[in-house]
């Protein structure tokens, strides 16, 4: 790295950004930005010790063993973190609904209501919704959508630096696209057919979450195996999306594969399911891809992208870190050049 050269954690700043905007919706407020808090990585601690080995889960005679190793009160402890900063969330809304009714004769407006508010209005008309119900939701939907969409940015810039002429590709259709509006618009991303196959084999080849857990909900058999009812079953979507039965060379990042190719990720075809699939598939998924599409084109957009000096691209580590999600062990450090856009150019002569 040479001296005064900009490199930065984009693993963090894409952490952070995520949290921000699942944070706005389900909390009301960037959480993030409290030195105090330090929501996303509470997030990202709480997914990596939930998908942490437990002797407790497979050999109940050896729980102990969780407690040998450190695992329950690793787990003990972030759990308090979490539940005190829900009650703080909570407490907060409660204040905000109680000063406007005072201070209006109403609560807020409809439009403004974030998921706290509506889970907090819905207990009024259902005294069975308790505040431990709530903070569960609250849960699986910021820890759901954090890390697994921070992780899947996190991969598909890490594959694209490590193969630069498919990010060369990938900003000529996004500057194309855009041409010389103020800022890139949502709709925009229908039209950017390569970026799409990027967000794709992004997630075949580095799925955030690599098994899916299900219970068997009768006896049957499978390729000769008995499999019992009520029996844990976990479905290894990171084998099946490098499987040499159903792609052709797996291991390599080609998003080629998918142009012209009807295949999608709402869990029809079983040889792809990053979200899972059935009644129990991700709900989040519209939510999540238009975050990854979005942030993914305006970094494209804005950017030029580069290893820090003296790293060399066929280096770059991409070792995976195992728990809930699979996300990268060692941080993406990259250095970001400002792209002249053409517009700004006019802007300056105007």
Same mark, same amino acid.
């Given at each position: 790295?040479?001296? =005064?050269?900009?490199? !930065?954690?984009?693993?963090?700043?894409?952490?952070?950004?995520?949290?921000?905007?699942?944070?706005?919706?389900?909390?009301?407020? %960037?959480?993030?930005?409290?030195?105090?808090?330090?929501?996303?990585?509470?997030?990202?601690? !709480?997914?990596?010790?939930?998908?942490?080995?437990?002797?407790?889960?497979? &050999?109940?005679?050896?729980?102990?063993?969780?407690?040998?190793?450190?695992?329950?009160?690793?787990?003990?402890?972030?759990?308090?973190?979490?539940?005190? /900063? &829900?009650?703080?969330?909570?407490?907060?809304?409660?204040?905000?609904?109680?000063?406007?009714?005072?201070?209006?004769? *109403? =609560?807020?407006?409809?439009?403004?209501?974030?998921?706290?508010? +509506?889970?907090?209005?819905? *207990?009024?008309?259902?005294?069975?919704?308790? #505040?431990?119900?709530? %903070?569960?939701?609250?849960?699986?939907?910021?820890?759901?959508?954090?890390?697994?969409?921070?992780?899947? @940015?996190?991969?598909?810039?890490?594959?694209?630096?490590?193969?630069?002429?498919?990010?060369?590709?990938?900003?000529?259709?996004?500057?194309?696209?855009?041409?010389? %509006?103020?800022?890139?618009?949502?709709?925009?991303?229908?039209?950017?057919?390569?970026?799409?196959?990027?967000? %794709?084999?992004?997630?075949?080849?580095?799925?955030?979450?690599?098994?899916?857990?299900?219970?068997?909900?009768?006896?049957?058999?499978?390729?000769?195996?008995?499999?019992?009812?009520?029996?844990?079953?976990?479905?290894?979507?990171?084998? !099946?999306?490098?499987?040499?039965?159903?792609?052709?060379?797996?291991?390599?990042?080609?998003?080629?594969? /998918? @142009?012209?190719?009807? +295949?999608?990720?709402?869990?029809?075809?079983?040889?792809?399911?990053?979200?899972?699939?059935?009644?129990?598939?991700?709900?989040?998924?519209? /939510?999540? !891809?238009?975050?990854?599409?979005?942030?993914?084109?305006?970094?494209?957009?804005? /950017?030029?992208?580069?290893?820090?000096?003296?790293?060399?691209?066929?280096?770059?580590?991409?070792?995976?870190?195992?728990?809930?999600?699979?996300?990268?062990?060692?941080?993406?450090?990259?250095?970001?050049?400002?792209?002249?856009?053409? #517009? #700004?150019?006019?802007?300056?002569?105007?």
């Amino acid at each position: 790295m040479e001296e =005064g050269e900009l490199v !930065i954690n984009l693993s963090k700043v894409l952490l952070t950004l995520t949290n921000n905007i699942v944070s706005r919706c389900a909390l009301g407020a %960037k959480y993030e930005s409290s030195h105090e808090n330090k929501f996303g990585e509470l997030s990202r601690e !709480i997914s990596r010790l939930l998908g942490a080995f437990s002797f407790g889960d497979y &050999f109940l005679s050896l729980g102990w063993m969780d407690v040998v190793i450190g695992l329950s009160s690793k787990l003990k402890k972030v759990s308090q973190e979490l539940d005190a /900063f &829900f009650n703080q969330v909570i407490d907060e809304h409660l204040l905000r609904h109680s000063e406007s009714q005072e201070g209006h004769g *109403q =609560g807020r407006n409809v439009d403004k209501l974030d998921l706290t508010d +509506i889970l907090l209005l819905s *207990q009024k008309d259902n005294p069975n919704i308790s #505040l431990n119900n709530i %903070k569960a939701i609250i849960l699986d939907m910021v820890v759901g959508g954090t890390d697994t969409t921070a992780t899947i @940015m996190e991969w598909a810039m890490a594959e694209l630096i490590k193969n630069p002429k498919v990010m060369q590709i990938a900003q000529d259709e996004v500057r194309r696209v855009v041409g010389n %509006k103020h800022k890139l618009e949502v709709e925009d991303i229908k039209q950017m057919d390569y970026l799409i196959c990027i967000v %794709k084999e992004s997630l075949r080849l580095h799925s955030p979450v690599p098994l899916v857990p299900r219970e068997s909900s009768k006896s049957t058999q499978i390729a000769g195996y008995d499999i019992p009812l009520r029996t844990k079953v976990y479905i290894n979507v990171w084998a !099946i999306h490098r499987d040499v039965k159903l792609w052709d060379d797996p291991e390599l990042f080609r998003p080629e594969r /998918f @142009m012209n190719n009807s +295949i999608d990720f709402e869990g029809q075809e079983f040889e792809f399911i990053p979200f899972g699939s059935g009644r129990r598939g991700c709900p989040g998924i519209s /939510f999540g !891809i238009t975050i990854v599409e979005y942030i993914l084109a305006n970094l494209l957009y804005y /950017f030029n992208w580069e290893l820090p000096t003296g790293d060399k691209t066929e280096d770059l580590d991409m070792t995976e870190a195992f728990g809930l999600t699979v996300n990268k062990k060692i941080p993406l450090n990259v250095v970001p050049e400002i792209y002249a856009l053409p #517009l #700004l150019d006019d802007r300056t002569n105007e």
